[in-house]
């Protein structure tokens, strides 16, 4: 059986000691997001611990809003908190989408030590929030559990949720071309909240506008790779490569490999899809997971990854097993 690529989400991350250690000389998380050299450092500590086959961007999904003119700051031990979006006045006062670089030149910055220092097998991935995950943060001014701030501006001002995602599309299609542009060889799409949105509105806000990015982005960049992360989209999966133009659908663990294999990878490459939990809890299920998932997708494309970040509390020593067991 052909050993599948493999890389991780969050594979630059808390559960890593020498990424703790950086994140401190750095001082927070967007002050190490924002200081290029640090970055590239954080991104290559798992390829240098692991060898996957790629690395991704170490930078974050809420960098955007914030070149666009939003407030972003992390509260410690919960999680990002934006200014909010609840009208017109707000989405008046965000920047145009040709108005981020200068905010995102460390992060451009970033890219181009990593595609001179990662060695030349190690495909590096760039990557952007897709536009209704990123709005839900920035209407919100936080996580939600069911987004009910983004849906409540859909439902009673869709005009300016409209505009919001339409900016959000234009402005990523500006960030990830420089990403492109500065070394970056395969583009993400995460659209972690893509399963709250239903029926005609998944087509319009998850749908729509990751078609326009990849269309646009082919255009740009020929022949450029570009993976969609539709997370908990479910049945949404089926069909989303053809809709969209995405390359490959990364598939979180809601969805078994089975189902996945028969609905999904027949029309491409997919990635995905093993329970980050396992990362924490290891064991024979870790190497029985592994082989069950490689084995699952070994007849078609196939990226292995997780159906999610791994999470800070991870052993370290699982990936190793994980890899052995996927590479044996
Ligand atoms: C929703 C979202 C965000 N960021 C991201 C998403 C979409 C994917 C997903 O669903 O996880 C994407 C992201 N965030 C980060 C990356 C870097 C690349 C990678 O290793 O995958 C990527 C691709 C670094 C990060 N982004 C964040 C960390 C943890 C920062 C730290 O405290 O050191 C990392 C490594 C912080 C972050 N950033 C965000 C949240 C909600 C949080 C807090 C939760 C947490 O602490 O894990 C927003």
Redesign the pocket.
Same mark, same amino acid.
Request: aromatic share 24%.
């Given at each position: 059986m052909d050993v599948p690529p493999v890389w991780l989400?969050?594979?630059?991350?808390?559960y890593l000691p020498e990424?703790r250690a950086t994140?401190a000389e750095a001082g927070d998380?967007l002050s190490?997001c924002y200081n290029s050299e640090l970055a590239a450092e954080v991104t290559l500590q798992p390829i240098r611990r692991y060898g996957f086959d790629a690395a991704?961007? $170490?930078?974050?999904?809420?960098l955007l809003p914030q070149a666009l003119g939003a407030e972003l700051w992390?509260e410690t031990g919960e999680?990002?908190r934006m200014s909010t979006i609840t009208g017109p006045e707000g989405l008046k006062a965000l920047k145009g989408k040709d108005d981020i670089h200068d905010h995102m030149a460390p992060v451009y910055e970033t890219c181009r030590i990593l595609s001179r220092e990662l060695p030349k097998e190690t495909t590096l991935i760039g990557?952007a929030?897709a536009p209704w995950?990123v709005a839900t943060?920035m209407i919100a001014g936080r996580?939600t559990k069911d987004q009910a701030p983004a849906h409540a501006l859909r439902t009673e001002d869709e005009a300016t949720f409209a505009a919001l995602i339409d900016l959000l599309t234009d402005a990523t299609i500006e960030y990830l071309s420089k990403q492109v542009e500065a070394g970056c060889e395969v583009v993400?799409i $995460?659209d972690?909240w893509a399963g709250s949105l239903k029926g005609e509105a998944f087509d319009k806000y998850a749908m729509e506008p990751a078609k326009r990015i990849i269309a646009e982005m082919k255009a740009r960049h020929p022949g450029l790779p570009c993976i969609a992360?539709p997370?908990e989209a479910g049945d949404k999966c089926i069909g989303f490569a053809r809709a969209t133009g995405a390359d490959c659908v990364a598939l979180d663990n809601s969805v078994s490999a089975e189902w996945a294999v028969e609905n999904v990878q027949k029309d491409g490459c997919v990635q995905g899809n093993m329970d980050p939990k396992l990362m924490v809890t290891g064991g024979q299920a870790l190497i029985d997971e592994t082989r069950r998932i490689k084995e699952a997708f070994s007849k078609g494309p196939h990226i292995f990854n997780l159906g999610?970040?791994i999470t800070?509390d991870a052993d370290p020593e699982n990936v190793t097993v994980m890899l052995e067991a996927l590479r044996a």
């Open positions: 989400m969050r594979q630059a991350g808390r990424y994140r998380f190490l991704i961007l $170490f930078a974050d999904i809420l992390f999680g990002p990557f929030g995950t943060y996580g993400k $995460f972690s992360f997370r999610h970040g800070p």
